[in-house]
């Protein structure tokens, strides 16, 4: 059974390799993560190394409101271990190649570099494991939702005008 | 007789195993290690023992239960293991009826 299951999960990563790489989703995600560093590196006092980068902006919110946000202003928003280009662990690699497949903009937080969003986020969702991903504000799950939503053609349902949008601004 | 401190003993498998096995008297519970694929991951300090297992659970308790809530039934009976060293768990979990139809 299990044996069976583990071929299900690298038939379906073998043909995600196949088809896509990771540069839609990198780009994203850097656009989102400059989005929350540009004022600090635009400090010509500031040298990289001393760059916070585990901390998010000091714009006054807490970080639960960080989340919210995130997940209000952001249609696919995953919290991971490490990042889309470099996961750092096989569930979160996981779930980007997944998602990666529909080649939806992906935003990205790396829980790793945060304790306090990290416990943040956990207690938003009541869900006590990363990755945890959000589409269009819906709490969706883990990898193993995300894999199964997969299979069974429902998150190319969840998806449908998120691509749709995508495909309409490049297609211009 | 089987006292808290017995259990405790016990290990995390066979714990996870009772948990589940008692809660959603599953008709199948297969629990399996697959923590040596995970040694050295980012947050498995050094221990690598007993912190990512496989679950499949088939059980009736699932019956008109999205995924996302049969997850969280699994991790609210296996909230004590996440607090004590468990890191990750796969689960797939059936309803009689959709193992039936496979």
Known sequence: MARSLSNMVLKGLSSLRSTHSSRAISGSFYNSAMRYSTTVTSDSDTHDDFKPTNKLPSS????????????????????????????????????????????????????????????????????????????????????????????????????????????????? | MASRGGAALLPRASRIKQKLQSALEASVLEVEDVSYQHAGHAAVKGNANETHFNLRIVSSKFNGQS????????????????????????????????????
């Open chain 1, 60 to 172: 006054g919110l807490s970080v639960q409101d960080v989340v919210e946000q995130d997940i209000k202003e952001n249609p696919v928003m995953i919290y991971m271990k490490g990042v889309p280009d470099s996961p750092r662990c096989g569930f979160s690699a996981l779930a980007v190649k997944v998602l990666n497949e529909y080649k939806v903009p992906l935003s990205a937080r790396n829980i790793l570099e945060d304790l306090e969003l990290k416990n943040a986020v956990k207690s938003f969702s009541c869900w006590p494991t990363f990755p945890q991903i959000f589409i269009k504000g819906e709490f969706i799950g883990g990898s193993d939702i995300i894999l199964n939503l997969h299979q069974t053609g429902e998150l190319k349902e969840k998806l449908k005008d998120i691509v749709t949008e995508a495909n309409t601004e490049n297609s211009g």
């Open chain 2, 67 to 102: 995924l996302v809530k049969r997850h969280r039934m699994v991790y609210d009976l296996l909230g004590e293991e996440l607090q004590s060293g468990l890191h990750a768990v796969s689960i797939v979990a059936k309803t009689p009826r959709e193992v039936g139809s496979n």
